[in-house]
């Protein structure tokens, strides 16, 4: 019988800190909404130059960063030891990833080294949904930088 209560406190603490991390991931998604209709909708500095393009940007890709951890969080395993520290590093670390990765993505297409026809689009939603995708896959911008990597020694 103890054994068996042992093992579902484990697994109700793991199912407790999944929740926890869904947590943190969600307040850094509302903060990066929040920063980003804030620039949107107030005039400051920020709006005369490309920040506020680039932190759009950046907060779709968390948004792709979230709807990625929605989708894996059941292959996820967390110990009750790693604590609410490193939930909250995680979760942080997961979001700032996600935005970089779609930066990294619409920096590439704005200069022509990938997908340069999409500069003469007139829709900004195209770069949106390359954010998502970027900050929803893990291995979306290595492969891409991989594969850029190839093309340009081929030609060298």
Do not use: H, W
Not at 18 to 46: D, E, G, M, P, V
């Amino acid at each position: 019988i103890l054994v068996k209560v042992k093992a579902l406190l484990e697994k109700d603490l793991i199912q407790q800190s999944k929740i926890n991390y869904l947590l943190c991931t969600i307040i850094i998604l509302l903060a990066n909404t929040t920063i980003a209709l804030t620039l949107f909708y107030t005039k400051s500095n920020f709006n005369t130059g490309p920040f506020r393009e680039y932190f759009t940007v950046a907060t779709f890709g968390s948004y792709g960063g979230f709807i990625s951890i929605l989708y894996k969080i059941n292959k996820l395993n967390f110990n009750d030891e790693e604590g609410k520290k490193l939930l909250l590093f995680l979760a942080i670390s997961r979001s700032f990833i996600s935005m970089l990765s779609s930066v990294i993505v619409y920096v590439l297409i704005k200069s022509n080294v990938l997908l340069g026809i999409l500069n003469n689009v007139n829709n900004i939603y195209v770069f949106y949904i390359f954010s998502v995708v970027a900050g929803f896959s893990e291995t979306f911008v290595p492969d891409l930088l991989g594969k850029m990597e190839k093309d340009v020694t081929k030609k060298a």
